[in-house]
């Protein structure tokens, strides 16, 4: 079946460092691809999205690209801010949503 | 504003009491599901719907029931609550059931539910 694999948290940086967040994937389709957004005591909301291969999703300042040979979207921003502090998701839809486990990240001051 | 609720947005209940969470949505979305998330494990998903009187299990069903009665609701009921069912629930609605790829899943702010 489907799955997500993301890097595994807790991510503590300071302000204006380099942001990765490593995901893979397992599909037997050709998913679309997202990474979802989760700041604290609020449900998800969607930061940005690919729905086919080499598609590059961007949103406040956050890329991915969807890369098919290599199964992966990895999130990246390239000055974090203090209000990045939140938990990120990585998933795919291939006929429903499959989440990865979340991966919390901090940006200290 | 377009917009998923949830209620209660807390619950503290006990072993066995029948509970039942309210979903509604107002964006005339076919698709609605439920969720919980548990550390570590992320977003599982626990039954979905289509349309009105079209449910199917997800990945984690047991324990729970749901019905889709009308398009904008979707409670999740817990008829016989146990520990292991004390989680973050959310509930989700989008404007496809399969292939949502050119659209987004729409998330209510969340239930913390705990079962002592």
């Known amino acids: 079946g489907n799955s997500v694999t993301q890097m595994e948290g807790p991510v503590t940086l300071s302000e204006e460092a380099f942001l990765t967040i490593n995901c893979t994937y397992t599909a037997t389709g050709y998913p679309s691809l997202f990474w979802y957004v989760q700041y604290p005591g609020e449900g998800l909301q969607l930061l940005l999205k690919a729905t086919k291969a080499d598609d590059k999703g961007s949103n406040k300042g956050f890329e991915a690209t969807y890369r098919k040979e290599t199964t992966s979207f990895h999130l990246e921003k390239g000055s974090v801010q203090v209000s990045d502090s939140a938990v990120y998701f990585c998933?795919?839809?291939?006929?429903?949503?499959?989440f990865g486990a979340g991966t919390t990240v901090t940006v200290r001051a | 504003e377009a917009q998923v609720t949830q209620n209660p947005r807390y619950l503290i209940t006990v072993t066995g009491k029948k509970l039942t969470v309210t979903c509604s949505q107002n964006?005339?979305?076919?698709?609605m599901s439920w969720y919980r998330q548990d550390p570590g494990l992320g977003l599982r998903q626990i039954y979905y719907s289509m349309n009105v009187e079209v449910t199917d299990k997800g990945d984690v069903p047991e324990g729970y029931k749901v019905s889709r009665k009308e398009k904008r609701n979707f409670p999740l009921i817990l008829e016989s609550p146990s520990p292991n069912q004390t989680s973050l629930y959310f509930c989700?609605?989008?404007?496809?059931?399969?292939?949502?790829?050119?659209?987004?899943?729409?998330f209510g702010q969340g239930t913390r539910l705990t079962v002592v």
């Open positions: 964006m005339n979305h076919e698709y």
């Open positions: 989700a609605s989008s404007p496809l059931g399969m292939r949502t790829g050119n659209t987004e899943a729409f």
């Open positions: 998933a795919l839809d291939d006929y429903k949503l499959s």
